[in-house]
Nanobody, 123 residues
Framework: QVQVAESGGGLVQPGGSLRLSCAAS????????MGWYRQAPGKERELVAQ???????NYADSVKGRFTISRDNAKNTEYLQMNSLKPEDTAVYYC?????????????????WGQGTQVTVSS
C-alpha cells in the first residue's frame, strides 16, 4: 500500500557533499514526522535528523551545521543535504516516515522505513 525508497548515496571524498532523497508513494493520506537515521558497521542505528510536518527540525550534535533536512510535502519527499562530510559519516543511511494511509475504507498509521543507502566518505 505504501512504499518508501531512498536514493543519492555513494562514495565521496572528505569535505565533499551528497544529497539523499526519500520518496513515499502509495495510498497516502498524510505524512507526519520524517527522519534520517544511520548505522555504521558494528554500531547501533542512530538518529541523524528529524523534520515535522510543519517544518520544525532536530539534528544530532555530530551533524549540526553540516547537514540540512528538508521536505516537499507536495511530492511526499524528504531530503538530507550533507556538506563537509567526514570519514566518520560513513554508514548506511535510512529514512523513515510516519504515514497515514488508506486501507480500503479505513485510515491507518504506520512508520515506514526505507531500504537504506550506503554513504562512504573516503579519500
Amino acid at each position: 500500500q505504501v512504499q518508501v525508497a531512498e536514493s543519492g548515496g555513494g562514495l565521496v571524498q572528505p569535505g565533499g557533499s551528497l544529497r539523499l532523497s526519500c520518496a513515499a508513494s502509495g495510498s497516502i493520506v498524510s505524512i507526519n514526522d520524517m527522519g534520517w537515521y544511520r548505522q555504521a558497521p558494528g554500531k547501533e542505528r542512530e538518529l541523524v535528523a528529524q523534520i515535522t510536518s510543519g517544518g520544525d527540525t532536530n539534528y544530532a550534535d555530530s551533524v549540526k551545521g553540516r547537514f540540512t533536512i528538508s521536505r516537499d510535502n507536495a511530492k511526499n519527499t524528504e531530503y538530507l543535504q550533507m556538506n563537509s562530510l567526514k570519514p566518520e559519516d560513513t554508514a548506511v543511511y535510512y529514512c523513515n516516515a510516519a504515514i497515514t494511509y488508506r486501507d480500503s475504507y479505513l485510515h491507518r498509521s504506520k512508520t515506514y522505513w526505507g531500504q537504506g543507502t550506503q554513504v562512504t566518505v573516503s579519500s
